[in-house]
């Protein structure tokens, strides 16, 4: 029982480059999501799927694109990368969209943009 | 919209003493409450949570939090750190109906020999 796998784990790119972030999970969760993490930020919500095939925007959706491919997996599409897009990313999933549903992280996928 | 203060941004600690978190919510409604810890060059995993019931919730590693509504708390503690406790800990809230968590800013442990 792997839980929630990223990949890649570290990627750099260049102004302008597009990218997909892959994330799967194999705990038959219906819910996942993607945040952001920059230093003194804390994480930030950028688009979550609450169940197979909806998709939804968090806090910080501009520049960002998702798939929600069938239960396990849910991607994340930069199509122009920013520099401003430079962070860690975690994909996570929960059982379901409740509020009292405890949410599973992923490993991380370290993105630079130079 | 609801927001999470965690007050400290770094926490250095000598081996052994204790230690308190401490983390402020604002909601006018029930909420659920949430302790993520992250290792370094790690994802984030669940310490603890509040939904209800006991205002004392124990967690893993022998932390444990207070919910305090009158003051909108809900502040980690630990009687004995270890080295291995060092790591970076998020505070985060309900955020609403569709259930999206609401993270602070997130506070450093550093526990020193």
């Known amino acids: 029982n792997a839980g929630v796998t990223q990949t890649p784990k570290f990627q750099v790119l260049k102004t302008g480059q597009s990218m997909t972030l892959q994330c799967a999970q194999d705990?038959?969760?219906?819910?996942m999501y993607w945040y952001r993490q920059d230093p003194g930020m804390g994480l930030r919500l950028i688009y979550y799927?609450?169940?197979?095939?909806?998709?939804d925007k968090g806090e910080v959706p501009n520049g960002y694109n998702v798939s929600r491919l069938n239960k396990r997996e849910f991607s994340l599409r930069l199509e122009s990368a920013a520099p401003s897009q430079t962070s860690v990313y975690f994909c996570?999933?929960?059982?379901?969209?409740?509020?009292?549903?405890?949410?599973?992280f992923g490993p991380g996928t370290r993105l630079t943009v130079l | 919209a609801q927001s999470v203060t965690q007050l400290d941004s770094q926490v250095p600690v000598f081996e052994e003493a204790p230690v308190e978190l401490r983390c402020n919510y604002s909601?006018?409604?029930?909420?659920?409450l949430f302790w993520y810890v992250q290792y370094p060059n790690q994802g984030l995993q669940l310490l603890l949570k509040?939904?209800?019931?006991?205002?004392l919730v124990k967690g893993i590693n022998g932390f444990e939090a207070e919910f305090n509504k009158s003051q909108t708390s809900f502040h980690l503690r630990k009687p004995s750190v270890h080295i291995s406790d060092t790591a970076e800990y998020f505070c985060?809230?309900?955020?609403?109906?569709?259930?999206?968590?609401?993270f602070g800013k997130g506070t450093k442990l550093s526990v020193k020999p």
């Open positions: 509040y939904l209800s019931g006991s205002t």
């Open positions: 705990m038959n969760h219906n819910s």
């Open positions: 985060a809230v309900n955020g609403g109906s569709q259930g999206n968590l609401i």
């Open positions: 996570a999933s929960s059982p379901r969209v409740g509020l009292q549903d405890t949410q599973y």
């Open positions: 799927s609450a169940s197979e095939g909806t998709t």
């Open positions: 909601s006018s409604v029930s909420v659920y």
